[in-house]
C-alpha cells in the first residue's frame, strides 16, 4: 500500500524567507510525486511533480521539490515567500504501475507579512 | 483549455435527503475520478472511471453512493440518504490516461456539501 506523511499541520514564515513543507512517502516500488495547492473555497491546483529524471522539480510560482530517495522525502521549497503563497499544501504519491493517488493530510502554509 | 467543471458549487440539504453532482471533465482526458475530502482530511478517492468503465470503487459506499459516466464524458455522482458524516467537498478530477504513466490529475472547483 502507498501512504504519504506530512508530520506538519502548519508552517509559518516571514516573508521574504526560505520556506520548505515536509514530505515523506511510502510505495513498495517507484513512486511518482506530486504537489497540490488549495486556497480557501477553491478546488486544488497543480504545482509540480516528479517522474523520473533530475531530483530537483521546479513547478508554479516559483516552487520547486527535491526527490530524495534514501530518505523517501519529497519536500517543498521557495526560495523567498509571498503573503500570497499562504494556503493548504497537499502531497501526494502514485506508486508506478498503479492508478490511485493517494493523499498526505495537508499542511497549512502561513506567510506573516 | 477549459478546467474540470463541477455543478453546483455549494449544496445544503437535510440528512436522509438526496443530492447529485455534475462534473465535465477537461476535453480528451479518457479518465475521470470523484474524491471526497473532508475537513482537515486529504482528498480520498471514492471512484476512478476510465472512459465509461469502473476501474476503482473499492471506497465508494456503495449503500448510498452510486456514480456513472454515460458516454465516456460527463459524470454524476449520487449521494442518497445522505448522512451527516457525508458533509464534505466532493471534488472532480480528470487526466489524460490512466494514472500509472504519471499523468497530471487535474481538479476542479468542487461541490461543497453540508447535510443537516
Known amino acids: 500500500a502507498q501512504s504519504v506523511a506530512q508530520p506538519e499541520d502548519q508552517v509559518n514564515v516571514a516573508e521574504g524567507n526560505p520556506l520548505t513543507v515536509k514530505c515523506t512517502y511510502s510505495v513498495s516500488g517507484n513512486p511518482y510525486l506530486f504537489w497540490y495547492v488549495q486556497y480557501p473555497n477553491r478546488g486544488l491546483q497543480f504545482l509540480l511533480k516528479y517522474i523520473t529524471g533530475d531530483n530537483l522539480v521546479k513547478g508554479s510560482y516559483g516552487f520547486e521539490a527535491e526527490f530524495n530517495k534514501s530518505q523517501t522525502s519529497f519536500h517543498l521549497k521557495k526560495p523567498s515567500a509571498l503573503v500570497s503563497d499562504s494556503a493548504l499544501y497537499f502531497c501526494a504519491v502514485r506508486e508506478v504501475g498503479a492508478d490511485g493517488l493517494t493523499f498526505g493530510k495537508g499542511t497549512h502554509l502561513i506567510i506573516q507579512p | 483549455e477549459a478546467g474540470v467543471a463541477q455543478s453546483p458549487r455549494y449544496k445544503i440539504i437535510e440528512k436522509r435527503q438526496s443530492v447529485a453532482f455534475w462534473c465535465n471533465p477537461i476535453s480528451g482526458h479518457a479518465t475521470l475520478y470523484w474524491y471526497q475530502q473532508i475537513l482537515g482530511q486529504g482528498p480520498k478517492l471514492l471512484i476512478q472511471f476510465q472512459n465509461n468503465g469502473v476501474v476503482d470503487d473499492s471506497q465508494l459506499p456503495k449503500d448510498r453512493f452510486s456514480a456513472e459516466r454515460l458516454k465516456g464524458v460527463d459524470s454524476t455522482l449520487k449521494i442518497q440518504p445522505a448522512k451527516l458524516e457525508d458533509s464534505a467537498v466532493y471534488l472532480c478530477?480528470?487526466?489524460?490516461?490512466?494514472?500509472?504513466?504519471?499523468?497530471?490529475?487535474?481538479f476542479g472547483e468542487g461541490s461543497w456539501l453540508t447535510v443537516v
Open positions: 478530477a480528470s487526466s489524460r490516461r490512466g494514472a500509472s504513466d504519471g499523468n497530471t490529475i487535474y
